[in-house]
């Protein structure tokens, strides 16, 4: 299994640098100002920053919320090697072609197509 799973409980992990990343990524998709995000979380700017930075690690409880102001599904604030399961050492071609996948359609907003990808997916 990766490190990426079994770093310790309190210190902050590539995960958690990730899901800063994704979570700064969702957050200038729509418009909204880091001061923004904290005062609807009720967190000050500073705290923010360290999540966005991967700095400090986020709760379940704030992940979600960051998720439902986002307006983004939770598992799109979490890297693709996190819900791939991680790997332990190089990525087989296998792993890059599912990342590869989740990406694209990450970036998909229209119904209708997400739709016809899941029904395509879903002939193999």
Same mark, same amino acid.
């Given at each position: 299994?990766?490190? #990426?799973?079994? !770093?310790?409980? *309190?210190?902050?992990?590539?995960? &958690?640098?990730?899901?800063? %990343? /994704? #979570?700064?990524? !969702?957050?200038? *998709?729509?418009?909204?100002?880091? &001061?923004?995000?904290?005062? %609807? /979380? ?83």
């Amino acid at each position: 299994m990766s490190t #990426v799973l079994t !770093a310790s409980p *309190r210190k902050v992990s590539d995960a &958690d640098r990730g899901i800063g %990343q /994704l #979570v700064r990524q !969702a957050r200038r *998709r729509v418009g909204m100002t880091l &001061d923004d995000l904290a005062k %609807q /979380l009720g967190l000050s700017y500073q705290q923010v920053h360290k999540y966005e930075n991967g700095t400090n690690r986020i709760s379940a409880g704030t992940l979600a919320a960051i998720a439902n102001l986002l307006a983004v599904p939770i598992d799109h604030l979490f890297p693709d090697e996190v819900l791939l399961g991680g790997t332990d050492g190089g990525d087989s071609e296998i792993d890059r072609m599912r990342s590869e996948v989740s990406r694209v359609t990450r970036t998909i907003d229209d119904p209708k197509k997400l739709e016809a990808i899941i029904t395509i997916l879903k002939t193999f």
